[in-house]
Nanobody, 117 residues
Framework: QVQLVESGGGLVQAGGSLRLSCAASGSIFGIKHMGWYRQAPGKQRELVATITSGRSTNYADSVKGRFTISGDNAKNTVYLQMNSLKPEDTAVYYC???????????WGQGTQVTVSS
């Protein structure tokens, strides 16, 4: 079992920055990859960025060059640095994790990001 707790969301003006954090606990040594998804009102949940245990990263086209995902093994935490934020980035952001040899995804409770124009 893996528990995920997100933090760092809030209200920011367009062009501003926020850093989201996702602290993992539980069976963290078996984590294959972690990532961030987001869901805006009336829209489906979509991938934002992922990072593997080998530190390979993947980004949605809409955030490339603006967002950076990183991990701190000592703190068991994954970060999402979001720069040059746009109103269309407004959504609830969810942290997710998957363990090796599993198809099950763990999810955090989500953190709201609101970007005003």
């Amino acid at each position: 079992q893996v528990q995920l707790v997100e933090s760092g969301g809030g209200l920011v003006q367009a062009g501003g920055s926020l850093r989201l954090s996702c602290a993992a606990s539980g069976s963290i040594f078996g984590i294959k990859h972690m990532g961030w998804y987001r869901q805006a009102p009336g829209k489906q949940r979509e991938l934002v960025a992922t990072i593997t245990s080998g530190r390979s990263t993947n980004y949605a086209d809409s955030v490339k060059g603006r967002f950076t995902i990183s991990g701190d093994n000592a703190k068991n935490t994954v970060y999402l640095q979001m720069n040059s934020l746009k109103p269309e980035d407004t959504a609830v952001y969810y942290c997710t994790a998957r363990q090796f040899l599993s198809e099950y995804d763990y999810w955090g409770q989500g953190t709201q990001v609101t970007v005003s124009s």
